[in-house]
């Protein structure tokens, strides 16, 4: 609001851009309705309030939205509603073109809903039809078998180079996706909150190669429990099938 206002008097804020009114929105609670159109009163800017129905509860922003819990629940809803019919017309195509379907998904498809899970908090709940798509639909078009396991789902999951397919489960990669995104953001959103002339590159880069570990020691994590889970179910087979030896 300091820096909106600062346009609204100086023209421009002291360090930022020039806005365009017409497509500005200003998001305020109910209580502030009121002062934000006085303040902003002949600046273009459009002013909405949070509430419960799905044009006064927020706004789309960027890809994703903001306002109450209601409008952005019903926002992502619709996305992934969305989502799923096209991932249900992908299927169509890999019961004859599998691996074309598959390079579709991975390359484009799934691409589509990681901005929202970076930038949209505690909504992981919300993508459980997409899980559910992928996990009876897609997936066992894609690998052949229509009976595999929780264990199958979750080395599916794993990248290529850890020896999966890199079909992550959308309700279990949004948290992780937002607490990255906010840590890889950190540095920028600092800079501007304290309105820093410069960002240094060489911060930016380490963030980045922080984030990077990260998600690679939590696909090595996975790999060994992976491993762990198949040896035991392994080795508990054998025992079962040296107890019936007696019985033959």
């Known amino acids: 609001a300091v820096v909106s206002t600062q346009i609204g008097h100086y023209g421009r804020a002291p360090i930022g851009y020039f806005p365009n009114a017409t497509k500005t929105w200003l998001v305020v609670k109910q209580e502030h309705l009121d002062k934000a159109r006085e303040l902003f009163d002949g600046t273009g800017i459009q002013i909405t309030q949070e509430g419960t129905g799905d044009k006064s509860g927020g706004q789309r922003y960027l890809g994703a939205a903001i306002g109450t819990q209601s409008f952005i629940k019903q926002y992502v809803q619709d996305k992934v509603a969305k989502w799923v019919t096209e991932l249900e017309e992908l299927c169509k195509i890999a019961l004859t073109e599998p691996q074309l379907a598959y390079s579709a998904y991975i390359t484009g498809l799934s691409k589509r809903w990681t901005y929202v899970m970076r930038t949209i908090p505690n909504i992981a709940d919300l993508f459980a039809p997409l899980e559910a798509c992928i996990r009876s639909s897609f997936l066992p078009i894609i690998v052949g078998n229509h009976a595999f396991t929780d264990t199958d789902r979750d080395i599916y999951s794993l990248p290529t180079r850890f020896g999966g397919l890199a079909v992550s489960n959308p309700v279990e990669m949004c948290p992780l996706e937002y607490s990255l995104s906010r840590k890889a953001t950190q540095p920028l959103t600092e800079a501007i909150l304290n309105q820093k002339l410069t960002l240094s590159p060489e911060e930016t880069h380490e963030m980045n190669q922080k984030i990077k570990h990260a998600k690679n020691g939590i696909s090595s994590e996975k ?26």
Not at 225 to 244: F, G, P, Q, R, V
């Open 223 to 248: 790999t060994l429990y992976n491993k762990y889970k198949l040896a035991s179910k392994k080795e508990k087979s054998t025992d079962c099938d040296s107890a019936l030896i007696p019985l033959l």
